[in-house]
C-alpha cells in the first residue's frame, strides 16, 4: 500500500476561458463555442491532495489493484481548473481460474472520476460546459496457450457509457472497445 501527500504552489499556470467571459450574448446563450475559447495566466496557484494506492494478491491467483486520488486547485480560496476532476478512483482485479492448469485468466474493472466543468460559465451555457460525473467499466479474459504463447480479449467501455474528454470541443471518449490480442515471447 502506498499514500502520498502533495501541496504545490504554481505561477503562470493556464486556466481556460471563452471570450465573452459571463457576458455572454443574449442571441448566443446555450450555444457551445468552441472556437472562442482561450488560455489566461494564473499566478498562486495551490494544489493540494493525496493518492492512496494498494495492490496485491488477497486470495491464491486473485489480485487486486485499486488507487484513490484528490486534487483540488485554488486561488486566493477560489477554485480553478475546474476541467480536471477533483476525485478519480481505480479499481482492477484479476483471478487466475483452478482450471485448465490455471491457464485462464479472467479480470475486470472500474474507473471512476467526478464531474468537471469550466468554471467561467455560468447560467445557461454551464450546461453546455460541464460532464457529470461517469465511471467506464472494462472487462479481460487471457489463455496462457503456453509458456510463450497467449491469446486475450479485452472490452473496455463495456456500458457504452457516453462522455466528454474535455468541456470544450464535445470531444467524446471511446465508445465500448473490443480488442484481441494473440503475444509470443521470445
Do not use: C
Not at 494506492?53 to 485499486?66: F, H, K, P, V, Y
Not at 482492477?92 to 479480470?107: A, C, E, R, S
Not at 456500458?159 to 474535455?166: G, P, Q, S, V
Amino acid at each position: 500500500m502506498q499514500q502520498s501527500h502533495f501541496e504545490a504552489k504554481m505561477d503562470n499556470v493556464a486556466d481556460a476561458g471563452t471570450k465573452y467571459g459571463n457576458n455572454i450574448p443574449s442571441d448566443l446563450v446555450g450555444i457551445v463555442l468552441p472556437t472562442d475559447n482561450y488560455y489566461t495566466e494564473m499566478d498562486g496557484v495551490k494544489t493540494k491532495g493525496y493518492e492512496i494506492e494498494a495492490s496485491g494478491e488477497i486470495l491464491d491467483g486473485w489480485n487486486i489493484q485499486t488507487g484513490y486520488t484528490h486534487a483540488k486547485s485554488k486561488q486566493n480560496g477560489v477554485k480553478v481548473n475546474t476541467t480536471i476532476p477533483e476525485d478519480q478512483y481505480k479499481l482492477f482485479t484479476t483471478y487466475n481460474l483452478p482450471v485448465l492448469d490455471k491457464k485462464l485468466t479472467i479480470g475486470g474493472g472500474v474507473n471512476w472520476q467526478s464531474a468537471f466543468y469550466n468554471g467561467n460559465v455560468t447560467g445557461v451555457n454551464y450546461i453546455a460546459y460541464k460532464q457529470d460525473q461517469f465511471a467506464l467499466v472494462s472487462l479481460m479474459a487471457k489463455y496462457q496457450i503456453n509458456r510463450d504463447l497467449s491469446v486475450a480479449l479485452n472490452v473496455d467501455n463495456i456500458t457504452n457509457e457516453k462522455y466528454r474528454l474535455n468541456t470544450w470541443a464535445n470531444t467524446y471518449g471511446d465508445p465500448t472497445s473490443y480488442t484481441g490480442s494473440l503475444t509470443y515471447k521470445f
